[in-house]
T-cell receptor, first 114, second 114 residues
């Protein structure tokens, strides 16, 4: 099964810095989702994108649906310690019709130092 | 409060035994999913169901079985045929087709084979 390529795999940043991560696919997606997972917990939805070129914000988080529909980006501004966790992208491929099957990225592990 | 409940949170199984993981949702979602997560890995789809009494294999269905007799419930059985069952199992649900709300996850069940 396909997994989305997500980069970077891990990041160590200082509190207050901005963070960028991205997700790419070899096939076209019509839905992109970004999730955050804390240790030992289920992922929590952060942002959902449904249209190519769409830019959506949720507080300090901003995500974009790439124009090619094969990629998506997540930015976190002014990081704080509670941003620590694993960030996953997920997408629904164009050719799945009405099926609700999601494919997940490999995750970006974010660690914030004071 | 609406949500998804997975139980138990931790489960230990002897080799050669079948074990069933519970997933219940009261969100009135039509679709439910089971994912497997290994350390440092993304989420891989085991099975999903878009309607009662119907389900589809995901990318790694071998050694697993499911049932969908009720809209609220989607139990996963890990059979003795699953060669490496130790993992973190996540259940999710969504409306159909997958839309603005994305998929909601439970808290997960950590299965360990002893």
């Amino acid at each position: 099964g396909q997994q989305l390529n997500q980069s970077p795999q891990s990041m160590f940043i200082q509190e207050g810095e901005d963070v960028s991560m991205n997700c790419t696919s070899s096939s076209i997606f019509n839905t992109w989702l970004w999730y955050k997972q804390d240790p030992g917990e289920g992922p929590v939805l952060l942002i959902a994108l449904y249209k190519a070129g769409e830019l959506t914000s949720n507080g300090r988080l901003t995500a974009q649906f790439g124009i090619t529909r094969k990629d998506s980006f997540l930015n976190i501004s002014a990081s704080i310690p509670s941003d620590v966790g694993i960030y996953f992208c997920a997408g629904r491929a164009y050719n799945t019709g009405t099926a609700s099957k999601l494919t997940f990225g490999t995750g970006t592990r974010l660690q914030v130092t004071l | 409060d609406g949500g998804i409940t997975q139980s138990p949170k931790y489960l230990f199984r002897k080799e050669g035994q079948n074990v069933t993981l519970s997933c219940e949702q009261n969100l009135n979602h039509d679709a439910m999913y089971w994912y497997r997560q290994d350390p440092g890995q993304g989420l891989r789809l085991i099975y999903y169901s878009q309607i009662v009494n119907d389900f589809q294999k995901g990318d790694i269905a071998e050694g697993y079985s499911v049932s969908r007799e009720k809209k609220e419930s989607f139990p996963l059985t890990v059979t003795s045929a699953q060669k490496n069952p130790t993992a973190f199992y996540l259940c999710a649900s969504s409306i159909v087709p997958l839309a603005a709300t994305g998929a909601f996850f439970g808290q997960g069940t950590r299965l360990t084979v002893v």
